[in-house]
């Protein structure tokens, strides 16, 4: 009888001392970061706080990643502190082109679009593609009259407008031959987050390069470049220069390393970007595991990140 009470009272403590591990992290982009004024750094940080608090608030009350991270990255959408949304830079011929992608481990449920222009929230119009349609990826016009019918917010270019990003890419044009330039202060957005049930989600938005080429795409909603979730492994989302995020499959690596090579979160994804550094690429990536461990590596001077789980209290950095 005794060692019956002893089985059951050991069974219980585990019960009640075990814990569904949860939480959120987010990424406002990667690059140069130097010389940000103290009220930007004030306003980066405030922003990134309420996009970890606000997702994190929706895993707290036993909702989904997915939700989450939509969540997060629409916040960051809509702050024209950020290269995604309303905040985005211009490509050479002066317009906006955005890219986003979504995406839910549990089933590999994934959605992107590329090359929209007047989609207010491209984050949300990636979670259409993946929910109501059959397909993975849209881009441009076809994207765009997805999104009217799908009931998904369409917004005048107009406010998308940003004198100073615009003569930004007007200087550039002027001044020298190639198309790109590592000039801006400004990053894609992005939100990984683990919820109660053991899922993770993945979600990435961007504008692009500024003074990019009419048509271009980068990583962002390249699933497996920019944007990986995967059970019982991982989820990423990355920023920095798309090309080698693509040609490296980034995202995706890192879940990789940890399911073939036993590799911890943190020495995959810090591997990766180390790796991307001694070949030229530059930028980083958010992370996290099926424990609720996270990972933010960059070989940038800066990136801008924040997180919260329930091991862990809501931060925010740019260095």
């Known amino acids: 009888m005794r060692t019956r009470l002893l089985i059951v009272f050991f069974l219980m ?43 994190f608030l929706i895993l707290e009350n036993g909702g989904s990643s997915i939700d989450a991270v939509e969540k997060a990255v629409t916040i960051l959408e809509d702050s024209p502190l950020f290269n995604a949304g309303r905040g985005s830079v211009y490509s050479s011929d002066e317009v906006q082109e955005m890219d986003a992608s979504i995406m839910d481990g549990k089933k590999r449920l994934a959605g992107a679009v590329a090359s929209v222009s007047i989609v207010k929230n491209p984050i949300k119009l990636a979670r259409k593609v993946a929910e109501e349609t059959d397909h993975v990826l849209l ?12 009931g998904i917010e369409i917004v005048d270019s107009s406010y998308f407008y940003h004198e100073e990003r615009l003569q930004r890419v007007r200087n550039l044009k002027k001044n020298v031959s190639k198309f790109y330039k590592k000039s801006d202060k400004i990053g894609t957005v992005g939100a990984v987050a683990l919820d109660k049930m053991g899922n993770i989600s993945a979600a990435t938005s961007t504008g692009g390069m500024t003074n990019k080429l009419p048509g271009r795409v980068g990583d962002s909603p ?98």
């Open 222 to 319: 390249i699933i497996g470049s920019g944007t990986w979730a995967q059970n019982g492994v991982c989820g990423v989302s990355s920023t920095g220069h798309g090309e080698y995020f693509i040609k490296y499959q980034v995202a995706r690596e890192v879940c990789i390393r940890m399911e073939y090579l036993n590799q911890s979160l943190s020495k995959s994804s810090s591997s990766i970007i180390n790796e991307l550094a001694d070949i030229g690429g530059s930028g980083g990536l958010i992370a996290i595991d099926s424990k609720g461990n996270i990972s933010t590596p960059f070989n940038t001077k800066g990136m801008i990140r924040g997180s919260q789980t329930n091991k862990k209290e809501l931060s925010s950095e740019i260095y």
């Open 13 to 55: 403590s585990t019960f009640l001392n075990s814990e569904e591990n949860f939480g959120i992290v987010v990424h406002g982009g990667a690059g140069v970061m130097s010389g940000l004024s103290e009220e930007t750094r004030s306003q980066i940080n405030a922003k990134i706080k309420e996009s970890v608090s606000e997702a």
């Open 139 to 150: 881009v441009g016009d076809g994207a765009e009259a997805f999104a009217k019918n799908a």
